[in-house]
Nanobody, 126 residues
Framework: QVHLVESGGGLVQAGGSLRLSCEASVPFRGSAMGWFRQSPGKEREFVAFTRRTVGTTGYGASVKGRFHISKDNANNAIYLQMSSLKPEDTAIYFC????????????????????WGQGTQVTVSS
């Protein structure tokens, strides 16, 4: 497993933007990395993923068109640029890494990821 550390969370007004970062402790050799989020009393929700070696990405329906995932393999990092934020985006955001080679849909399932960060809080005020 790889150690992941998220950063960049905070408090922002609705309509604003934030950029989350996730850094891996070692060069990541797995298949994909993703972002998930979780609000109190709710299940962990898929936000976005990116394959490590190719440009394939995917987004959850609630964030598509507003969020953008990117990667920097040289620095063992991925990012999540969040724009047009809404109060319902408030959650703890988690970075995750997968070592499984799956079809795109498979990366929407939290069970596909073996390593997780501790999370970073994002709060969007109305």
């Amino acid at each position: 497993q790889v150690h992941l550390v998220e950063s960049g969370g905070g408090l922002v007004q609705a309509g604003g933007s934030l950029r989350l970062s996730c850094e891996a402790s070692v060069p990541f050799r797995g298949s994909a990395m993703g972002w998930f989020r979780q609000s109190p009393g709710k299940e962990r929700e898929f936000v976005a993923f990116t394959r490590r070696t190719v440009g394939t990405t995917g987004y959850g329906a609630s964030v598509k068109g507003r969020f953008h995932i990117s990667k920097d393999n040289a620095n063992n990092a991925i990012y999540l640029q969040m724009s047009s934020l809404k109060p319902e985006d408030t959650a703890i955001y988690f970075c995750a890494a997968s070592d499984r080679y799956l079809a795109t849909a498979g990366y929407r399932d939290p069970a596909s990821y073996a390593s997780w960060g501790q999370g970073t809080q994002v709060t969007v005020s109305s």
